[in-house]
């Protein structure tokens, strides 16, 4: 089966523009996570969607990032304007269910500087 | 509130060598432990996943075993490669659904 597909792989902006990222899970995962992984450190969970609704977003500074996945596929998530502190990897997963015994496939990520 | 950690941060062994990474969480109400690897810059690889029922998992030079009455894991990596080298990471499923990651150790294996 093809894995989850992120884009793009790497991104450099000046702080104050906007950037987003995409991801394509896998295919019949309803559940999909993006995730921040500060250099060192392990990934910390943005946002959580099950299916088209969103779970969780208590960790999403959301003066500046938004999340959506359209007909609980696609996701997309935006920064703007971006910091100089959001230079991260950004991480998308996905799982069969939010409950789901069977584990988590990430992508390749996004390595995003901000300059 | 779940806590997990990885000791050591960094670890640098022979290549042929046998080692041991753990992992220890704070609170054995666990689903699953999941064993991660991750190249520089790269995204995350599923290594193993160990169900909270079990007591471990093997898939060919690599054991993960189980032992949520005391709060930890280890991956155990046989006769290990330059290739092995990489950063290794664990997290726990809670009860939240929720996955609780360690920051990682950071493997390499000299030739």
């Known amino acids: 089966e093809a894995g989850v597909a992120q884009s793009p792989r790497y991104k450099i902006i000046e702080k104050r523009q906007s950037v987003a990222f995409w991801c394509n899970p896998i295919?019949?995962?309803?559940?999909l996570y993006w995730y921040q992984q500060i250099l060192g450190q392990g990934p910390k969970l943005l946002i959580q969607f099950q299916n088209n609704g969103v779970v969780d977003d208590s960790q999403l500074p959301k003066d500046r990032f938004s999340a959506e996945r359209l007909k609980g596929v696609d996701s997309t998530l935006k920064i703007q304007p971006a910091k100089l502190e959001d230079s991260a990897v950004y991480l998308c997963a996905s799982s069969l269910s939010r409950d789901s015994s069977y584990g988590y496939t990430f992508g390749s990520g996004t390595r995003l500087t901000v300059v | 509130k779940q806590e997990v950690t990885q000791i050591p941060a960094a670890l640098s062994v022979p290549e042929g060598e046998n080692l041991v990474l753990n992992c220890s969480f704070t609170?054995?109400?666990?689903?699953?432990l999941q064993w991660f690897r991750q190249d520089p810059g790269k995204g995350l690889t599923s290594l193993l996943l160990?169900?909270?029922s079990q007591r471990e998992q093997t898939s060919g030079r690599l054991n993960a075993s189980l032992d949520k009455s005391s709060g930890r894991s280890t991956l155990y990596i046989a006769a290990s490669q330059p290739g092995d080298s990489a950063t290794y990471l664990c997290?726990?499923?809670?009860?939240?659904?929720?996955?609780?990651w360690g920051a990682g150790t950071k493997l390499i294996i000299k030739p």
């Open positions: 609170d054995s109400a666990i689903y699953n």
């Open positions: 295919s019949g995962h309803a559940t």
């Open positions: 160990i169900q909270s």
């Open positions: 997290a726990v499923r809670d009860s939240n659904y929720q996955l609780i």
